[in-house]
């Protein structure tokens, strides 16, 4: 037994002395052997909420499965409890998918995750010295021909999320005839590493990306400033960052429900772990097990008043 299981036990047995509850009830934890299936999308702060909750969950004695998917290919998971719960997604990269399930009732929404989350077009500092009007739109429409390639010239180039994360800037771009050539990102580790051979080639590079992030720590950045209007139309706006699932956990695992509705991470301890996993090479469930171990004030509340039924 890890020196968290410990930790909880303890906890767990103070808690049922102070209310009164009895070995048995303590016992009904976990209320089912079926387990709690948790999905790994494709970027790493949702994997670093979904190893952080599910080792917790471990640890309480739930039966915890990973899998592999996409944010937009589980949705029908959720809805259909293949999939138990969702532990990050981004109300404006989503379509509108989850929310017209949400209102169905096909899948509960869970609360915030309680991260203070931005997104937006960035480019690192040095931009401004290849174009002195930054942030300013007006200014930055002006300056598109510095972003331009080869492949994309007189448009610049627009570097925008893989295509699986769906392409909201993109379509902004398209539909606005802006002087921009659209280029997807292969994956999360490809919008890095060009931020870093921006930064370090000093080259003109516009991007979708997101914050909390990792690398917003190693790089001065700005965004651009975007007129209302637009954010608006296309949905870039600060999201609401929430955990959804499927509805029949309250009534199978009503205990681990209200400590995945009560689970919280915050920006700093996110990006702490993104760093460890994406930068320094540590492996995911080794990094979120030690944060767990270290940080036993951070999360044990929250199973403590699961536990008592809050």
Known sequence: MGVSSRKFLGTVA???LALGVTGTAVADVPESSRPIV???NNWTGETINAAVAGQILEDMGYNVEYVAIGAIAMAQGVADGDVTYAPELWDNNLGDLYADYIVEGKILDLGEVGIDAREGWLYPVHVKELCP????????LGCSEIFSTAETF???????YPAEWLSRGGDLVRQEGLPFDVVPAGSEGALIAELKSSVERKSALVMMFWAPHWALFEHDYEWVEMPDDLVNAYSLQKPRVFKAGWPGMVDEWPVATRFIQNFTIGNADQELLM???DNDGADLMDATRAWIDENPDKWQPMVDAAMAGS
């Open 154 to 160: 007189p448009n610049g180039r627009y570097l925008d």
């Open 14 to 16: 103070g808690l049922a």
């Open 133 to 140: 009007g930054l942030p300013d739109w007006d200014a930055f």
């Open 275 to 277: 760093g460890m996993v």
């Open 38 to 40: 948790i999905p790994m």
